[in-house]
Each structure stands twice: as C-alpha cells, then as structure tokens.
C-alpha cells in the first residue's frame, strides 16, 4: 500500500501564491511519476503537471509559466508551486503517483485532495 499526504491548500485572492506538497509514504520500491490533477465543480478532472523520473515535465497549457513542478526524491516528494492564481485555479487538487511498490508490482495511487480556492 502506497499512502499520499497532501498539504498547501487553501484560499488566495487572485495573483496570489500557494504551495502545495504531497509525500507518498508505504511500500515504495520505485516511483515513475509524480503529479497534479485538478477537478472544477461540474468538470472531469484535469492535468495540471506531471513530472517522470528522468523524463521531460509536461504543463497544462492553461498553468504553463504560473506554476512550477518539482520533486525531492529523497522525500518521495512532489510540489507545486502556483503563482499568478485566477478563479479559474479554483478546484481540487489532487496528487498522483505511479510506480513500482516492494512486492514487484505496479502502483497508481491518488491522494485525498486539496482545495484551492482564488477570489475575484
């Protein structure tokens, strides 16, 4: 079992900044990738950035030069940093990590979520 804890949430006025942050904890061999989703009221959820062991990190064009993925291996850690926030931001956030657990088989965990919220 593989466990993601995520924290940073919460409410901004518009070009505000917040940081979210997720640790994945349990039966971690490996993990491939790390990232974030978000889902609007009424709408599917959606990328907002992922980011492969190695591999090129990839943005939603609506968040490309506002927000910043980042990973501490060491921590089995992952980040965004969300900056010039919109309404439009508003959502849940949630984390996801893809990998490979302790018994050889593969994972593909979601945390619980994380509101953000950005005021007009």
């Known amino acids: 079992q593989v466990q993601l804890v995520e924290s940073g949430g919460g409410l901004v006025q518009a070009g505000g900044s917040l940081r979210l942050s997720c640790a994945a904890s349990?039966?971690?061999?490996?993990?491939?990738?790390m990232g974030w989703y978000r889902q609007a009221p009424g709408k599917q959820r959606e990328l907002v950035a992922i980011m492969p062991s190695g591999g090129t990190t990839n943005y939603s064009d609506s968040v490309k030069g506002r927000f910043t993925i980042s990973r501490d291996n060491a921590k089995n850690t992952v980040y965004l940093q969300m900056n010039s926030l919109k309404p439009e931001d508003t959502a849940v956030y949630y984390c996801?990590?893809?990998?490979?657990?302790?018994?050889?088989?593969?994972?593909?965990?979601w945390g619980q979520g994380t509101q953000v919220t950005v005021s007009s």
């Open positions: 349990g039966s971690i061999f490996s993990i491939n990738t």
């Open positions: 996801n990590a893809k990998g490979i657990n302790d018994y050889g088989d593969e994972y593909d965990y």
